[in-house]
């Protein structure tokens, strides 16, 4: 099935909203809204409660930057505000760990923490246990999952929100 628009095609998306996301659709075009929904409520669900593996939710994103003579990268010719981005401070981590960083590449992350302006990252590292990160954020993730996804659910009757929430509110009358 290939859909295009959608976190299914997207490359700054996480494996876990592009595996659920193909089925939301699968469920979607069998006409089976009850499944779509449940399925829905699970995987926010599950990444809330942390039941999910770090590895399905790394994102990655090209980092720019210019070689300098001295070897140093200066990341201020296509960044405005560099320490801003999420990119440039995970090639910044990475270079300080002496791991390779070629300006232009992608470099992968964990939000750990989107509490903070600009959110905490961590560079998702193969080869590390765990991709050598402390943990990530599950109500980040949990959100971002239902934005996506809660696109599908509202003509089913259930918000971004209320699948955050895990419920939905009802009035006396919607029975």
């Not at 193909?22 to 409520?41: I, P, W």
């Not at 999952?145 to 955050?164: D, H, M, N, P, Y």
């Amino acid at each position: 099935m290939l859909i295009r628009g959608y976190e299914t095609q997207r490359t700054d998306t996480f494996s876990y909203l592009r595996d659920t996301m193909k089925q939301m659709f699968n469920f979607a075009l069998a006409d089976e809204g009850e499944e779509l929904v449940q399925y829905a409520l699970s995987r926010v669900q599950a990444v809330k409660n942390k039941q999910v593996d770090a590895s399905e939710l790394v994102l990655s994103k090209s980092c720019k930057g210019k070689l300098n003579k001295d070897g140093s990268i200066d990341f201020t010719k296509h960044y405005a505000n560099p320490d801003s981005m999420a990119q440039v401070r995970i090639a910044r981590a990475l270079i300080e760990k002496g791991l390779g960083f070629t300006p232009g590449m992608k470099v992968a992350y964990i939000v750990s923490d989107a509490s903070n302006r600009p959110m905490n990252v961590e560079p998702w590292i193969e080869g590390e246990e765990n991709g050598g990160i402390s943990g990530y954020d599950e109500i980040f993730y949990a959100e971002r999952t239902a934005a996506a996804i809660g696109r599908i659910t509202e003509a089913f009757g259930w918000s971004a929100k209320e699948l955050v929430a895990g419920n939905r509110q009802t009035s006396l009358f919607s029975f």
